[in-house]
DNA sequence: TTAACAGTTGAACAAATGTTCAAATGATAA
DNA sequence: TTATCATTTGAACATTTGTTCAACTGTTAA
């Protein structure tokens, strides 16, 4: 299995398995969706949008509401808001002045409490 | 609701549904356990890391051979695993100079597997 | 011992990111 | 109209982050 190494120069090292390798990247999932996920998580990975999402996993809460909520201003929240809207994760409705923000997709409450599961479990991880 | 709205004045404007903002403080997840949750899916957040997952989801694989997968320098992968090991999301076994690194955790197969569901069923979301 | 090689590490750099500030919308009420 | 207020937006700034490069471990084999 060493003879086909060469196929794969872009390692700056020699491949050593090369049968692993191919085995991977023939199951593992296609380039764009892995991307997809990466941005989504990405989204998640912040401590001020995670707070945010939290909130309105509880419930339906307006700019001022979350802005009070995590002390913060509004303007810093509406930026998050952005975007927590363009990701798809918020949806938005107006009442008048007020814009009041909620959860666009169960996945989202479905991901954060597989995830809190994980993170509460885990105490004395390798 | 209105005459508590001093009790809220981190907010630079005033709150405006005060009974709301108590009860999503209330029902919430618990502060650290959420910081916890962001830091979780900050690391799932780069695209490298991700895919390096996806690929640890088909097979344990060395350095060497992760790096050739994906067409990136060890340093780089190395460099990656040190955040993904210090996570909590994956382990490793050595042999010889060779050290393998597979998935540490049930719960990371699961959110990439919700997160997938999300990013191709969402194919028309708003 | 020496050479070869898988892997790790630290410094440096460029790119991405979150918050602040000030200004601008957009809607309500006087 | 004007004033007020919730929200949005853009520019600026500091901070964080990922990759590269070079040097360094640590293991195997000659």
Excluded: W
């Amino acid at each position: 299995m060493n003879d086909r190494n060469e196929r794969l120069e872009f390692c700056e090292t020699s491949v050593i398995h090369y049968d692993i390798v191919e085995n991977v990247r023939e199951k593992m999932p296609p380039e764009d969706p892995v991307y997809d996920v990466a941005d989504l998580f990405k989204v998640f990975g912040d401590s001020t949008r995670a707070r945010m999402i939290c909130a309105l996993t509880v419930s339906e809460m307006c700019v001022c509401d979350i802005a009070a909520l995590l002390g913060m201003t509004s303007s810093a929240i509406s930026h998050q808001l952005r975007i927590l809207k363009q990701a798809g994760i918020v949806r938005s409705r107006r009442v008048g002045k007020i814009v009041y923000y909620s959860l666009a997709d169960e996945h989202i409450r479905q991901l954060f409490t597989v995830a809190f599961e994980h993170v509460t479990e885990e105490k004395g991880g390798q």
